[in-house]
């Protein structure tokens, strides 16, 4: 057992440091930092600098455009990528659909649409939940029908995240009959978002935020060879992908990076004539969620070393869903108290940069209530916490 | 002992119950938070045609004589609906400053207008700095020779925006965080020297950051250097308003939820017959009536001891923040996506049990005030 970073590792840290100095703006960084919402432009512009510098897809195999970084190597460049303020690349053409196309696709299907993910030409978006179909997902009704060297959609698509920007969706659609607990019955298909018999319905959270939409498919005919793999085979798929996503689905090094900062906000803000840092009661529940995260960061870690190692990830993978969205939304929460009586004002165009008024409270703090808002999405999304548990149980505990 | 209501109490209770049912259903809420004012005039009349503005105010002040357990009664009821009209800062706050520290001309001057619905008032206490240190005071009196101005800034004054007549805690003595020296101070709202930057609340109640640069006064009211007990209790009032609030606002969370793990189907079976979630809603139901009991013991105990118990009112505040935090979450997430939407009330709801356990002083602060008493 070996903690140390060899020396190739510590040269691999420099190097992303010194990129990210040079050539992470500073103004995107400073949003990221501040939970600030970035614009598609301000994303593209990003994952361009990624693509130009080759570390778009840092999951990718070399053969396609990925950067074969090992997970240590993963491990290092997102912790510096957090530090920096470096966004999240969208994770739904690079993380999501490419490794199904790279897996499962065509050659067509590879040449056709891989590069412009790679790139960021293209954006992508996800169609899995519907009204009926939470984490019953299998449950989904929206139907495929094959009418010669075309299928025809008809249904409903909810909670497709920034689907309003999106070019591109990738869809689990129903191609076998109508029955609620037939998974062999759901395909994989990629659907052009411009078809105008699209339309994209926004929905509002209670952040005040347009990021998730309705994706309504009305007679939608899209072409056969647009569908990936086999017919029937959708599930099977879509199962594959949310495996192979376990690595960074903690977000450990951003839940770090908060902390840090935290302690800056806390440390800067007075508690009458003293500081808040100096409040017992409050430093403890800070400290609480951090050695939370430090024992969650070597859960992490235990995976990456079993993967690195040609092992299959064990149970402590399950974990790292559940207790890495209970810590963002504990260090939200942290936030918001910190804050005070200026986690209240509700003062968006305030963080606009042609917002000339005068500024409501510290940034930090008059965002606070905004983000422990929007991310209590994340122990329902991608699966939520309750199915997760249940996964646990089920395929770890044999319960 | 008899915790049942006496006839006076349940007809107030039936009148704003029937009002949140009938006239303050989510769209006619979502309707207010989007007008010009973010709350509704009409309501604001009804509220004093009705009485309601009376009610915290003494009989020979021309009020209804309400008692705490009243006041709990309205507020509760209030809670189930989210009402956001200003009840708490011009009536419970302002009006209540007015009535316990006021002269009898004071007096004359401003209850039968706020009674009436006619003037809307604002209490500007908190600052940048102070936190929920009401000792902790850097806005200051001075005197010229045209009187005393004020200077400095208040945060986060509810229903600051709106106002006519802002009531100013100043320093007139001491240092920053003295005990003595804070005085309270009627202020034209409208004076050119008074800048507000007015805005809604995550949930949904208007406010205003407020900047004065030497600010005449319209008059003092109490007495120099000894408003901060005065302060304390009608912050603690306010509490007592808060937490009653937070009850009704929990119920209606524990009953959406409910509804929906009854109906909503995922598995070919409700989401309400796995027993994993079930054990949760009863958790719920637990720390609603758990925060329903401690209300009632605090508001009791105020009553008994002529309006203030401090370590009553803070036990209650940190009993109903533990709840209110509780159920809040685990209503969002019961509900799933739909819960994190704009469209359903839960989400409303999940954004004012956050804002009240924050308000007046945290939950931490509450428990340690408990503590120390």
């Known amino acids: 057992m070996n903690l140390n970073f060899t020396s190739e590792e510590k040269d691999f840290q420099q190097e992303v440091q010194q990129f990210l100095q040079q050539k992470l703006p500073k103004d995107i960084a400073r949003k990221t930092k501040s939970a600030l919402h970035l614009s598609k432009e301000e994303c593209n512009e990003w994952q361009k600098i990624l693509y130009k510098q080759g570390w778009a897809a840092s999951n990718w195999p070399v053969e396609h455009g990925g950067t074969g970084w090992t997970p240590t190597q993963k491990y290092i460049f997102a912790n510096e990528c957090a530090k920096a303020g470096g966004p999240d690349v969208i994770p739904f053409g690079l993380k999501m659909v490419a490794p199904i196309i790279y897996t499962f696709g065509s050659e067509e299907q590879k040449q056709r649409f891989l590069p412009d993910i790679l790139a960021s030409n293209v954006w992508w978006c996800q169609g899995y939940s519907e009204t009926g179909a939470g984490s019953d997902l299998a449950a989904m009704k929206t139907t495929a029908v094959k009418d010669g060297d075309e299928y025809v959609v008809n249904g409903t698509k909810t909670w497709t995240t920034l689907g309003q920007h999106a070019d591109w969706i990738f869809c689990l659609v129903r191609t076998g009959p109508p029955s609620t607990k037939n998974q062999e019955a759901i395909s994989f298909l990629l659907i052009n978002m411009h078809d105008p ?12 935020r347009h990021e998730v939409n309705e994706v309504h498919f009305d007679g939608v005919r899209v072409p056969a060879n647009n569908l990936i793999g086999t017919e029937g085979q959708g599930w099977t798929y879509a199962k594959v992908l949310l495996t192979h996503e376990r690595t960074g689905i903690a977000r450990v090094a951003i839940s770090k990076d908060r902390l840090v900062q935290l302690k800056d906000l806390v440390k800067a ?78 003062v968006p165009f305030q963080f606009h940069e042609e917002f000339e008024g005068q500024h409501i409270g510290p940034d930090m703090a008059t965002n606070s209530s905004l983000r422990y808002f929007n991310n209590r999405k994340t122990s329902i999304y991608g699966g939520s916490n309750e199915i997760q548990t249940n996964i646990i149980s089920k395929a770890v505990l044999g319960l | 002992m008899d915790f049942s209501l006496s006839s006076e109490q349940q007809m107030i209770q039936d009148s704003v119950s029937r009002f949140i049912l009938n006239d303050y259903d989510f769209d006619t809420r979502r309707k207010i938070l989007g007008s010009a004012t ?62 316990s520290a006021g002269e009898q001309q004071q007096k004359d001057d401003y209850l039968p207008k706020i009674m009436a619905g006619e003037l809307q008032m604002a209490f500007a206490y908190a600052e940048p700095q102070s936190r929920y240190h009401l000792n902790n005071v850097k806005c200051r009196a001075s005197k010229t020779d045209n009187g005393l101005v004020i200077s400095g800034q208040k945060s986060v004054v509810l229903n600051g925006n709106h106002a006519d007549t802002l009531i100013v805690a100043a320093r007139t003595s001491g240092d920053t965080s003295d005990k003595s020296g804070i005085s309270l101070f009627l202020v034209d709202a409208n004076h050119p020297s008074v800048k507000r930057e007015g805005y809604a609340n995550v949930d949904g109640h208007q406010a205003a950051d ?83 009991s401690i209300l009632l013991m605090a508001a009791l105990k105020m009553d008994s001891n002529n309006g203030s118990d401090p370590k009553a009112l803070s036990a209650a505040k940190s009993r109903i923040g533990k709840a209110a935090n509780l159920v809040a979450r685990e209503a969002v997430q019961i509900h799933g996506g739909i819960g994190m939407t704009d469209e359903i009330d839960v989400g409303h709801i999940f954004k004012r049990l956050t804002t009240i356990q924050f308000l007046f002083g945290s939950t931490d602060v509450h428990t340690r005030r408990f503590a120390s008493l």
Request: aromatic share 8%; hydrophobic share 45%; proline share 4%.
């Open chain 1, 269 to 346: 803000s007075p508690n009458g004539e003293d500081s808040l840092i100096n409040d017992a009661v409050f430093a403890q529940k800070i400290a609480n969620v951090e050695i939370d995260l430090l024992a969650l960061e070597y859960t992490e870690l235990r995976t990456l070393s079993a993967l690195s190692t040609g092992q299959a990830p064990g149970p402590e993978s399950s974990i790292l869903k559940i207790v890495g969205t209970q810590i963002i939304q504990a260090i939200d929460e942290l936030y918001v108290e910190a804050a005070g009586y200026y986690a209240m004002p509700f």
């Open chain 1, 197 to 208: 018999k699209i339309s994209v319905s926004p929905i509002i959270t209670i952040d005040g």
């Open chain 2, 38 to 99: 973010g709350y509704s005039q009409k309501n604001w009349n009804m509220f004093a045609e009705l009485g309601w503005l009376m009610l915290p105010f003494a009989e020979e002040d021309g009020g209804l004589g309400g008692s705490i357990v009243d006041l709990a009664l309205v507020m509760e009821e209030f809670g189930k609906g989210m009402v956001v009209e200003p009840f708490i800062a011009t009536a419970v706050m302002a009006g209540g400053l007015i009535a």
């Open chain 2, 210 to 292: 407020i900047w004065f640069d030497k600010t005449p006064i319209l008059g003092l009211l109490g007495k120099q250097d000894e408003a901060l007990p005065i302060i304390e209790n009608i912050i603690d009032k306010a509490t007592l308003a808060i937490c009653a609030e937070a009850v009704g606002a929990m119920q209606i969370a524990h009953e959406r939820t409910l509804e929906y793990a009854k109906t909503r189907k995922q598995f070919g079976r409700t989401i309400g017959s796995f027993q994993a979630l079930q054990h949760r809603m009863v958790n719920m139901f637990m720390e609603h009536q758990q925060a329903k």
